[in-house]
């Protein structure tokens, strides 16, 4: 054996120790990152990827700043670990904040090794997962940290709708560290150990004398139940990582591509006899709306979005004969299902994100209007609802809408309407689509024949059948061509699945603009 060969031999087992002690990290901090109940950043990475599938990108970099005492202190992989793999096969990339290393927070070494595995996740046409602990900016490093984020900020919203990027919140994240997540497709939070917020609690006292918690300020269940931030909230991170990579089993890996097809054995053609019994004829009668979803597509599974947050309305992933669709539903069991703020702006980004993925849109529809009153006017009730209109008309993906029961006024319209460019508009024969319920029509067209009468209660509620009959009964809009057909509930699966399949390929062309102006 040669010299050289013993000096190749020995470079190779210093590279193996050097690796293999990067990843390591340091054993008190990976202790205290325990004690706090939380993975490090390889264990979060191995929970995610495919056994055995991670590539690391730059493992060896170390930052090149000096002052306040940086200079001695130059870790390897600066506090950030960066590559690909594979979630069920299908190419993955990921970047996780190691806080055991400057409590992950973000230098200028730090940040470009996250521009690089963002423009390689774009170039390769491939999904983007953050897996996000880290305490912002790295002071030290002053304004260079900064501009790091900015070209985070950049890549996000270039990928915007190209790929699909999901942010896994498992630690603090505060100030304009907040933005990235914001700006990225699906948010995931883990209770008590992540929060987010733009100043912490100590600003917020200082500032307003209020005094509130982290996780009271910015903690999981606030983002997912009250500000609308995060779209998942989980007790634990396995639980959590789990449910991203199931999510990412549902989605396509760009723009250019499909979701991934996987028949599950449940026949096309089952009748869905249930559902003459789910959902009660009288309008006012509350049901789950979900219990519909789970009778419909394949073996009931369907995972929804933004659960916690605006109830009033369903969003969620689903397959039908195999092929994943995204599902849009009023939700009669909250709010009776009406459209508010919250549910408008929930559905519209829904929406929007099915129409960049090239997933096909399910919509039922059983509305009873939009929320009146002070405070939804006063807070744009117009200009959000609007979010929605614009969202599924905009839409080229496939659309079907199915009204299951009522459908009144504007919110008729705005949930994907035969009007505003539904492909297939269908009907249950117990729908009734109407400008309003019947009682309020009546007193509006009969007002001063009821007051007139001399027992105005009968009068009304003669008034009330006879508009019902006229202008509500359940034939009236497929005679007009406003539903394309009213089906038998039990058909309703085949149905959807037959039409799904005719518009498969289907293809519109926008007109030529640099991008439209939603309602903000």
Same mark, same amino acid.
Not at 106 to 132: F, T
Not at 254 to 280: I, K, Q
Not at 343 to 356: T, Y
Not at 463 to 468: G, H, L, M, P, T
């Given at each position: 054996?040669? &010299?050289?060969?013993?000096?190749?031999?020995?470079?190779?087992?210093?590279?193996?120790?050097?690796?293999?002690?990067?990843?390591?990290?340091?054993?008190?901090?990976?202790?205290?990152?325990? &004690?706090?109940?939380?993975?490090? $950043?390889?264990?979060?990475?191995?929970?995610?990827?495919?056994?055995?599938?991670?590539?690391?990108?730059?493992?060896?970099?170390?930052?090149?700043?000096?002052?306040?005492?940086?200079?001695?202190?130059?870790?390897?992989?600066?506090?950030?670990?960066?590559?690909? %793999?594979?979630?069920?096969?299908?190419?993955?990339?990921?970047? *996780?904040?190691?806080?055991?290393?400057?409590?992950? $927070?973000?230098?200028? *070494?730090? $940040?470009?090794?996250?521009?690089?595995?963002?423009?390689?996740?774009?170039?390769?046409?491939?999904?983007?997962?953050?897996?996000?602990?880290?305490?912002?900016?790295?002071?030290?490093?002053?304004?260079?940290?900064?501009?790091?984020?900015?070209?985070?900020?950049?890549?996000?919203?270039?990928?915007? %709708?190209?790929?699909?990027?999901?942010?896994?919140?498992?630690?603090?994240?505060?100030?304009?560290?907040?933005?990235?997540?914001?700006?990225?497709?699906?948010?995931?939070?883990?209770?008590?150990?992540? =929060?987010?917020?733009?100043?912490?609690?100590?600003?917020?006292?200082?500032?307003?004398?209020?005094?509130?918690? =982290?996780?009271?300020?910015?903690?999981?269940?606030?983002?997912?139940?009250?500000?609308?931030?995060?779209?998942?909230?989980?007790?634990?991170?396995?639980?959590?990582?789990?449910?991203?990579?199931?999510?990412?089993?549902?989605?396509?890996?760009?723009?250019?591509?499909?979701?991934?097809?996987?028949?599950?054995?449940?026949?096309?053609?089952?009748?869905?006899?249930?559902?003459?019994?789910?959902?009660?004829?009288?309008?006012?009668?509350?049901?789950?709306?979900?219990?519909?979803?789970?009778?419909?597509?394949?073996?009931?599974?369907?995972?929804?979005?933004?659960? &916690?947050?605006?109830?009033?309305?369903?969003?969620?992933?689903?397959?039908?004969?195999?092929?994943?669709?995204?599902?849009?539903?009023?939700?009669p069991a909250a709010m009776a299902g009406v459209l508010d703020i919250e549910?408008?702006?929930?559905?519209?980004?829904?929406?929007?994100?099915?129409?960049?993925f090239n997933i096909p849109l399910i919509t039922l529809v059983d509305v009873?209007?939009?929320?009146?009153?002070?405070? =939804?006017?006063?807070?744009?009730?117009?200009?959000?609802?609007?979010?929605?209109?614009?969202?599924?008309?905009?839409?080229?993906?496939?659309?079907?809408?199915?009204?299951?029961?009522?459908?009144?006024?504007?919110?008729?319209?705005?949930?994907?309407?035969?009007?505003?460019?539904?492909?297939?508009?269908?009907?249950?024969?117990?729908?009734?689509?109407?400008?309003?319920?019947?009682?309020?029509?009546?007193?509006?067209?009969?007002?001063?024949?009821?007051?007139?009468?001399?027992?105005?209660?009968?009068?009304?509620?003669?008034?009330?059948?006879?508009?019902?009959?006229?202008?509500?009964?359940?034939?009236? &809009?497929?005679?007009?061509?406003?539903?394309?057909?009213?089906?038998?509930?039990?058909?309703?699966?085949?149905?959807?699945?037959?039409?799904?399949?005719?518009?498969?390929?289907?293809?519109?062309?926008?007109?030529?603009?640099?991008?439209?102006?939603?309602?903000?």
């Open positions: 054996m040669s &010299a050289s060969d013993q000096t190749i031999r020995a470079r190779v087992e210093e590279l193996t120790e050097l690796k293999e002690a990067v990843r390591a990290g340091d054993a008190a901090a990976t202790e205290r990152q325990h &004690a706090k109940g939380k993975l490090t $950043a390889h264990e979060r990475i191995q929970l995610l990827l495919d056994k055995g599938s991670f590539n690391e990108v730059e493992s060896l970099r170390r930052h090149r700043a000096t002052g306040f005492g940086l200079e001695h202190k130059k870790p390897h992989s600066d506090g950030v670990v960066t590559g690909w %793999g594979t979630v069920h096969g299908r190419t993955v990339f990921v970047y *996780a904040h190691d806080f055991r290393i400057f409590g992950g $927070a973000l230098g200028e *070494a730090h $940040a470009q090794k996250i521009h690089k595995i963002m423009d390689l996740a774009e170039a390769a046409g491939a999904p983007l997962v953050s897996l996000n602990d880290g305490a912002g900016a790295r002071i030290q490093e002053g304004v260079t940290a900064l501009a790091g984020y900015g070209g985070i900020f950049l890549r996000n919203t270039r990928a915007s %709708g190209v790929i699909p990027q999901i942010s896994v919140m498992l630690g603090p994240c505060a100030g304009g560290a907040a933005y990235s997540p914001a700006l990225t497709d699906f948010v995931f939070m883990v209770r008590e150990t992540s =929060q987010m917020f733009i100043t912490g609690p100590d600003v917020v006292k200082a500032v307003t004398g209020e005094e509130i918690t =982290q996780n009271g300020l910015g903690g999981a269940d606030v983002h997912a139940g009250t500000s609308g931030v995060a779209h998942f909230a989980y007790d634990d991170e396995e639980h959590c990582i789990e449910d991203v990579r199931y999510l990412l089993s549902l989605l396509p890996a760009n723009n250019r591509e499909l979701s991934p097809v996987e028949h599950s054995g449940d026949p096309a053609d089952r009748l869905n006899e249930s559902l003459l019994d789910l959902v009660p004829a009288e309008p006012g009668r509350a049901y789950d709306m979900r219990k519909v979803i789970e009778e419909v597509v394949d073996h009931g599974e369907y995972f929804e979005v933004h659960p &916690a947050w605006a109830p009033n309305i369903v969003c969620a992933f689903s397959r039908l004969d195999g092929h994943v669709v995204g599902i849009v539903a009023n939700q549910a408008s702006e929930k559905g519209a980004r829904f929406v929007q994100f099915c129409d960049a009873p209007g939009f929320l009146p009153g002070v405070d =939804q006017e006063h807070n744009g009730v117009i200009r959000r609802g609007a979010k929605l209109l614009y969202a599924y008309c905009n839409a080229t993906v496939p659309r079907i809408s199915l009204v299951v029961r009522k459908a009144y006024g504007g919110a008729y319209i705005v949930m994907d309407s035969r009007s505003i460019g539904a492909d297939l508009a269908l009907a249950w024969p117990t729908n009734e689509i109407a400008v309003m319920g019947a009682e309020g029509a009546a007193n509006v067209v009969f007002r001063r024949e009821i007051n007139a009468a001399d027992d105005p209660e009968a009068v009304r509620n003669e008034r009330i059948q006879e508009y019902k009959d006229e202008l509500m009964h359940p034939y009236y &809009a497929a005679e007009r061509g406003l539903i394309d057909d009213v089906i038998d509930p039990r058909e309703t699966r085949s149905v959807l699945i037959r039409s799904l399949e005719m518009l498969r390929a289907k293809h519109t062309e926008l007109p030529s603009r640099k991008h439209g102006n939603p309602p903000q």
